[in-house]
């Protein structure tokens, strides 16, 4: 799965995107953090706060309890401030 | 009639509306977003999700033309580094009725602050820069509309 | 900074809008109003009080300016004869955020159309010209701004 | 006093404004409208449906009971319609 992160996220993590081969497990976004924040404190990090966090699944804004279950990309990132 | 861009460059707030005056509506609405003088910020940069953005302020568009039975709406909205004064955004709205085109253009700014994946770092007059952080009023506006 | 103006000439929106963005505020917003297609209407005719008009569209200028903490008011009414299609009023506001700068320009422009002494005539495909009547929805809207 | 009217009320009576003395047993705008409806038949036809008559005195806009003591002018015309 494509991983895409923006604004804080993004540095916090220290790179635009990434690929993972997910293991069967991991089923709905909110997982899929768990799993991500142990490949490297930049990630535990940037994803320790998740009240924080906002999700887009192929780029619909959805919930951390959405299921990724043929999803092809996964954008993470805080809450927008546009306009 | 939608428009929707995001773009680096300056926009041309009246040649913006001049399409909109001729779609026969009675009732065009606009509102621009600058970037304010407030403290020591310089400038701020605007980040964004290619291909979502465009996708999320169509679909806003969309929603506020059927609701509001607008006969055009337009939205812009610029993106990379914006100085202080500069224009940051821009919605504009037609319809037949003023209540209509001015509600329509209150709720595509009021829901584009929720709902589009811009975000927003204010640079410093020290070269310091921080990520703005979402605010809860905002969230209350756009729930406000339903 | 309140501008108010009472003209038979068109106005450049563009132009009238620039001076607002310019005063350090963080939201402009905008009203035109057109002469619409409606049935065989082929022009309006406005004619007003002089005097009286620009004196009661800056006293709304200012009450709005008062109750938002405005940074800026633009009122520009066309007088004479317009054709359909074009526009007839220009409504424009700037303060810091954007909930004032709307809700003031819907204030202004409900305002202006119960309390500033203009009359509107239709004139008709066939010649006929009628004087339009007061709508009962305008005062009602105008009312709840209190 | 002077009168002054406009629109509809303006193509009733026929003229744009006109002076007249009153006489000082006429204290309100409506009493004006009475003396004046006497003036012509114009005056009456403009002024039979007081329902659909506004005020401006010296360009305030006042209601028919308003006092005229003092008042230079006098402005009679149908509910405004601009915008």
Same mark, same amino acid.
Not at chain 2, 43 to 55: K, Q, R
Not at chain 2, 60 to 84: D, F, M, Y
């Given at each position: 799965?494509? @991983?895409?992160? @923006?604004?804080?996220? !993004?540095?916090?993590? $220290? !790179?635009?995107?990434?690929? @993972?081969?997910?293991? +069967?497990?991991?089923? *709905?976004? *909110? #997982?899929? /953090?768990?799993?991500?924040?142990?490949?490297?404190?930049? +990630?535990? *990090?940037? @994803?320790?706060?998740?009240?924080? /966090? !906002?999700?887009? /699944?192929?780029?619909?804004?959805? #919930?951390?309890?959405?299921?990724?279950? $043929?999803?092809?990309? /996964?954008?993470?990132?805080?809450?927008?401030t546009g306009? | 009639?939608? =428009?929707?861009?995001?773009?680096t460059?300056?926009? &041309?707030?009246?040649?913006?509306?001049?399409?909109?005056?001729?779609?026969?509506?009675?009732?065009?609405?606009?509102?621009?977003?600058?970037?304010?003088?407030?403290?020591?910020?310089?400038?701020i940069e605007l980040e964004h999700?290619?291909?979502?953005?465009?996708?999320?302020?169509?679909?806003?568009?969309?929603?506020?033309?059927?609701?509001?039975?607008?006969?055009?709406?337009?939205?812009?909205h610029r993106i990379g580094r914006i100085?202080?004064?500069?224009?940051i955004?821009?919605?504009?709205?037609?319809? &037949?009725?003023?209540?209509?085109?001015?509600?329509?253009?209150?709720?595509?700014? &009021?829901?584009?602050? =929720? &709902?589009?994946?811009f975000w927003k770092k204010?640079?410093?007059?020290?070269?310091?820069?921080?990520?703005?952080?979402?605010?809860?009023?905002?969230?209350?506006?756009?729930?406000?509309?339903?």
């Amino acid at each position: 799965m494509q @991983f895409v992160y @923006f604004a804080s996220v !993004r540095e916090a993590i $220290g !790179r635009d995107s990434e690929e @993972f081969e997910l293991p +069967h497990d991991v089923a *709905t976004v *909110t #997982q899929c /953090l768990d799993w991500l924040a142990e490949s490297s404190a930049q +990630h535990k *990090t940037a @994803f320790a706060d998740r009240a924080k /966090l !906002r999700f887009a /699944l192929d780029q619909q804004m959805v #919930q951390g309890d959405a299921d990724i279950s $043929g999803a092809k990309e /996964l954008a993470i990132f805080p809450p927008v401030t546009g306009g | 009639m939608i =428009t929707v861009r995001v773009q680096t460059e300056f926009f &041309d707030v009246g040649a913006e509306l001049t399409p909109l005056e001729k779609l026969g509506g009675g009732a065009v609405a606009s509102f621009t977003g600058i970037a304010r003088q407030d403290g020591d910020v310089v400038a701020i940069e605007l980040e964004h999700f290619p291909g979502m953005t465009e996708a999320s302020l169509r679909k806003l568009a969309e929603q506020a033309t059927e609701r509001w039975n607008l006969l055009g709406a337009t939205v812009i909205h610029r993106i990379g580094r914006i100085e202080v004064g500069e224009s940051i955004v821009f919605v504009a709205t037609c319809s &037949d009725h003023r209540a209509e085109a001015l509600a329509a253009c209150s709720y595509l700014i &009021d829901r584009l602050k =929720t &709902d589009a994946p811009f975000w927003k770092k204010e640079h410093r007059e020290d070269g310091r820069a921080d990520w703005v952080e979402a605010k809860a009023s905002d969230n209350a506006r756009a729930e406000d509309w339903g």
